[in-house]
T-cell receptor, first 113, second 115 residues
């Protein structure tokens, strides 16, 4: 069985501050991990994915995530928040014959000017 | 097309009516997925297609839900005798091939409201 847990349904940061969105996964097989972003009234857009190559994954818009097997984590970070980063972020896991994605409940990021 | 498209973008229906939701995947993508996004339930997997066959229907919430895919392209999700709890955003995604590491590209969704 696979699942992800996103700690914090809402996160607020000041413009220019570090963004840290937490994701922990549970998987009985080596996981593939994804971060998607959803802007208001838009579909999900892939930010980055981990597929067992480098543990530090760089994505679009300056975001990156690090796969830590010992902590079963895949937290999303960005050194400096922009106003345009305000959106909902979803962590997801797949693998082990499961072709579909299992999503976390999402974290809504607010950027304060 | 350039991306996954879905129609209609919004649908309001009365309880008990049937609805059909359409998804046009990215050209050349063999795998197609349906998800549902609702308040309190998050993003739930419904069904996926590899070509025209559906190896995994495990997420369909009841026998009122069905889906088909023809010609390895367009897919239709049908909800019969709609209920208020069916109100949600229905998202379609496609990927080049099935497999957990493939990137799924999502459409903008169909927002369904059952009155």
């Amino acid at each position: 069985a696979q699942s992800v847990t996103q700690l914090g349904s809402h996160v607020s940061v000041s413009e220019g501050a570090l963004v840290l969105l937490r994701c922990n996964y549970s998987s009985s097989v080596p996981p593939y991990l994804f971060w998607y972003v959803q802007y208001p009234n838009q579909g999900l857009q892939l930010l980055l994915k981990y597929t067992s190559a480098a543990t530090l994954v760089k994505g679009i818009n300056g975001f990156e995530a690090e796969f830590k097997k010992s902590e079963t984590s895949f937290h999303l970070t960005k050194p400096s928040a922009h106003m345009s980063d305000a959106a909902e972020y979803f962590c997801a896991v797949s693998g082990g014959g499961a072709n579909n994605l299992f999503f976390g409940t999402g974290t809504r990021l607010t950027v304060i000017p | 097309g350039a991306g996954v498209s879905q129609s209609p973008s919004n649908k309001v229906t009365e309880k008990g009516k049937d609805v059909e939701l359409r998804c046009d995947p990215i050209s050349g993508h063999t795998a197609l997925y349906w998800y549902r996004q609702s308040l309190g339930q998050g993003l739930e997997f419904l069904i996926y297609f590899q070509g025209n066959s559906a190896p995994d229907k495990s997420g369909l919430p009841s026998d009122r839900f069905s889906a088909e895919r023809t010609g390895g392209s367009v897919s239709t999700l049908t909800i019969q005798r709609t209920q208020q709890e069916d109100s949600a955003v229905y998202l379609c995604a496609s990927s080049l091939d099935a497999g957990g590491l493939e990137t799924q590209y999502f459409g903008p969704g169909t927002r369904l409201l059952v009155l």
